[in-house]
């Protein structure tokens, strides 16, 4: 089955890394992904790892996958009162009664990040 | 400019009335989906569709219907029969059902009153 776990809260200083933590059983995922949600908004895709990859460097953000552990981080450089948000991890794993992938999605992870 | 139109963004509705909760794209995507969000959950996944004139059921469909006659447009309707729709409904789209980088809307809060 597919289970997507993140923790709920992380609280982070103005200025130091932030790294978000996600664990999920399905190990047929192709893709991972994080996405940022922003208060009363829609998601936005921060970025993505493929399965067979074990780090991705993008500006701020580095996505780091154990793929043996089935876990997922996202950590965020010199983290800004703009990343509050809640951050939510999601894993495509194919379908079963047809072709196709589908995303299953973690509870998010609030972020705040105090001045 | 490109992107996914949800419309509106504040709904109210009475208990036993239905409800249709619109979202357009114009990003020439075939894939388009409904997610249901509710507070300190994932979200979840109401309905689906491949391509125009197809949709499926996805893990929580019971209470919703949807209809895909235009490529750009998957409205969603919340009935009488979902037993609590009070929830923020995201749609969202992506290039083709094998590819799952889905771009969202900016979503619909509804309340039951």
């Known amino acids: 089955g597919e289970d997507v776990e993140q923790s709920l809260f992380l609280s982070v200083r103005e200025g130091d890394s932030s790294v978000i933590n996600c664990t999920y059983t399905?190990?047929?995922?192709?893709?991972l992904y994080w996405y940022k949600q922003e208060p009363g908004a829609g998601l936005q895709l921060l970025t993505y790892i493929f399965s067979n990859m074990d780090m991705k460097q993008d500006q701020r953000l580095t996505v780091l996958l154990n793929k043996k552990d089935k876990h997922l981080s996202l950590r965020i450089a010199d983290t800004q009162t703009g990343d509050s948000a809640i951050y939510f991890c999601?894993?495509?794993?194919?379908?079963?009664?047809?072709?196709?992938?589908?995303?299953?999605f973690g509870g998010g992870t609030r972020v705040l990040v105090k001045p | 400019d490109g992107g996914i139109t949800q419309s509106p963004k504040y709904l109210f509705r009475k208990e036993g009335q239905n409800v249709t909760l619109s979202c357009e794209q114009n990003l020439n995507h075939d894939a388009m989906y409904w997610y249901r969000q509710d507070p300190g959950q994932g979200l979840r996944l109401i309905y689906y569709s491949q391509i125009v004139n197809d949709f499926q059921k996805g893990d929580i469909a019971e209470g919703y219907s949807v209809s895909r006659e235009k490529k750009e447009s998957f409205p969603l309707t919340v009935t009488s029969a979902q037993k609590n729709p009070t929830a923020f409904y995201l749609c969202a789209s992506s290039i083709s059902f094998s590819d799952t980088e889905a771009f969202f809307g900016q979503g619909t809060r509804l309340t039951v009153v």
């Open positions: 999601a894993e495509s794993t194919p379908l079963i009664k047809a072709a196709g992938n589908k995303l299953t």
């Open positions: 399905d190990s047929s995922s192709t893709y």
